[in-house]
């Protein structure tokens, strides 16, 4: 047992952290570290000028999409070689934020469904950053329950045999900046609800896509709601077999807990370093036992995370897939982030309240922490389809039983009351 | 990076666990328990023969002279099996004292008879209900006797020696705590079987009259001897609360899967569904946490008493969250003599406790956080 890179680990280590070094916009290094959460704003730059130039710079070179193939703009790198990148380009890592979504699901889909072609066409650009794209997925009436969309696709009238798409989605990250989209659709609400769904990517240029910013509730605008009126889409333009939206969509999920699922922080540092530092009745928080013990549950659980990741890794290192273990990243780490803003709130007491960054404690970290944690238990999966996630495909529990599973889908009640 | 155990280690945990499947059924702890016996016999001569219960002691001392990542493989196979014998206190603790502070000896003396079986160890160190600091131990010593009493004391009935913390009467402060080794054999020890929430492990009080000790290392180094020692045993005990997690967790999953109720199996609930994930979620955390715990454990690394501290919070919370919940998912069956889920809950409730509770393992934790980010 050790932490220790093989020898071939270490020889690619070294080779990526010259390739950093040499290259890197170190000018930034300090304002990306203290970056606010949620957000980055790096007083004067631009971010989105920022991370495109960093993105190109890397594929340039052949260090973007390290996992991806050569032809498409990748590396061919080998899933240990993804993650001791990522360990070393931190923190720089941070301007990778807006192309998550097209590297790690959109990329990934059309790299499963798209024909070559369109590969060769779009992927090097998505690598590259030249290109964002983003996933239109989640509808008013489709979140946990995505295959309840309602957006829907039927073929044009004029035998061109084009889609065309009406309907709304919403919780879109990054669909004001976004380029390209991949897009789920229902084809056919006359069959049971997964079975009448049907994958597109398409340009958010296309004419007939307006796109609204949401306001969040923490004041921010990362996510949109994107409405379609008429929005014609080319054949060619689908992914899969007309109906097979949801087995296409499961890909692209996949990749999104992975992605979401890793090295997700949980405050522990931050407030530990607060507790250090700041009064209590009974002198240091650090030395009050009540605050110790709430201190160590949450370090436990962030170590425990930590190191759950390294058996990850380990199993990577050894050319093996992870287990489900995996699993647990984004269940524990939501949570516990939440319970940790609101003590080093009630910490801070009624200076708590404070939250510009120019005064707050710790910049407002805190203040944002509290404010923004309430999305991360409910984006990418809520807490709640997580342990349904566990308990049935790590566990072997039983399904749920669904009572619209085997209804035609425009024969399911949408309203409690009737 | 290769946080894992070896294939050896593997298959030295899937050897301790087909051996225990055999001699240790819940069957025998049940009988332990039903019976009010001290420990099964028949299983520690098993033990013995396996060489499990000598597994880091030096082969010049009879034992196998392996690391302690194996001995973390066997004690969460100990752990998952709720073996009713007294391995923690002769293998986790008097093996460990004798190996940090014990004289060549002492070493020739006992080593050799705790890894044939032939002896059994344990360490006596509560007096009153609390927390045991420095001034809590008022055990006396002068002149090499000891007087005064222990209690709740693992396997206190029937071990051959223990390990006793005392001190010169009067002080109040670590440096006045030394170390001795007592043969329980003499008649100034006095020994009560004392009723505990798991009777499947034994506890007494023991009662030293001007009974003789002899010193186990330097005298005044005993609280800073015994702090390393309960850090080794804490990462020992560890692996067996994850064990025991383990198990407690497949239990409840078996029996959600086939219990049926409202014309359903009752694991299809997500009332019961949600409970089982986080049963898993704190299984999980902890044994990585141990994994941590076991890494410096086994390399000797500085990081040690921040490792062990972690790795027995996580394991007390998963081992105790496990257990209750074992008992919530089988309902009032779970509540009977006849299920099983008992056994665990109170074992579980009985490791959080041997070693110290969790209050002060937390406060360790934080304490050694601290003293590290102050050092960086």
Known sequence: MNFDDTPAEAAFRAEVRAWIAANAPTELKTALESAGFGSLDMKGVDPMAASKAWQKKKADAGWACLHWPKDYGGRGATPIERVIWGQEEAPYGALGGIFIIGHGMCGPTMMAFASEDQKRRYLPP????????????????????????????????????????????????????????????????????????????????????????????????????????????????????????????????????????????????????????????????????????????????TTGLKYTGFRALSALSRGETPGPENSIGKLVAGPTMQEIAMFAEDLQAQAGVISDPEIATANGRFQAMLLRSPATRVEGGTDEILRNIIAERVLGLPADIRVDKDVPFNKIPTSARN | MNFEFSDDQKQMAAEARRFLAAKCPTTVVRAVLDHGLPYDQALWVGLAEMGFLGVVIPEAYGGLGLGYLELCVIAEEMGRALAPVPFSSSVFLATEFLLAAGSDAQKAAWLPRLASGGAIGTFAHAERAGAVTPKAIQLSAADGRLTGAKTAVPDGGVADFAIVTARPAGGSDARGVSLFLVDLGQPGVTRTTLQTIDPS???????????????????????????????????????????????????????????????????SFQAIKHMLADMY??????????????????????????????????????????????????????????????????????????LGGQSQWEDKLIARLRARNAAA
């Open chain 1, 126 to 301: 998505l690598a590259a950053g030249e290109e964002i794209w983003c996933q239109l997925f989640s509808e008013p009436a489709g979140g946990s329950d995505l295959a309840g969309l309602r957006t829907r696709a039927e073929p044009a009238t004029d035998g061109s045999g084009d889609w065309i798409i009406n309907g709304q989605k919403i919780w879109t990250s990054g669909a004001h900046y976004s380029d390209m989209a991949i897009l789920i659709t229902r084809t056919d609400p006359t069959v049971p609800k997964h079975k009448g769904l049907t994958m597109f990517f398409l340009s958010m240029k296309t004419p007939g896509i307006e796109i609204r910013p949401i306001k969040q509730a923490n004041g921010q605008s990362g996510f949109n709601e994107v409405y379609f009126t008429d929005v014609r889409i080319p054949d060619a333009q689908r992914l899969g077999a007309v109906g097979d939206g949801w087995k296409v969509s499961l890909t692209t999920l996949m990749n999104e807990r992975l992605s979401i699922g890793s090295g997700m922080s949980t405050g522990f540092p931050e407030l530990f370093e607060l507790c250090c530092r700041i009064e209590t009745e009974n002198g240091l928080a650090v030395d009050d036992p009540a605050v110790r013990s709430k201190l160590a549950t949450w370090a436990v659980r």
């Open chain 2, 201 to 267: 492990r034994g506890h007494a009080r023991l009662e030293f009259n001007d009974a003789v000790a002899e010193p186990l290392g330097a005298p005044g180094e005993g609280w800073s001897i015994l702090e390393q020692v309960l850090d080794r045993a804490a990462v020992l005990t560890a692996f067996e609360q994850i064990g025991g997690a383990d198990r407690a967790l497949e239990m409840a999953r078996d029996y959600a899967l086939e219990r049926m109720a409202f014309g359903r199996p009752i694991g």
């Open chain 2, 281 to 354: 979620v704190s299984a999980t955390l902890a044994r990585s946490n141990g994994y941590y715990g076991a890494w410096a454990l086994s390399t000797g690394a500085a990081e040690l008493p921040e490792a062990a501290a972690t790795a027995r919070v996580s394991a007390t919370q998963a081992f105790q969250h496990c257990a209750k919940n074992n008992i919530q998912v089988h309902g009032g069956m779970g509540f009977t003599w006849a299920f099983d889920c008992h056994l665990f809950y109170r074992r579980s409730n009985l490791l959080a406790l041997n």
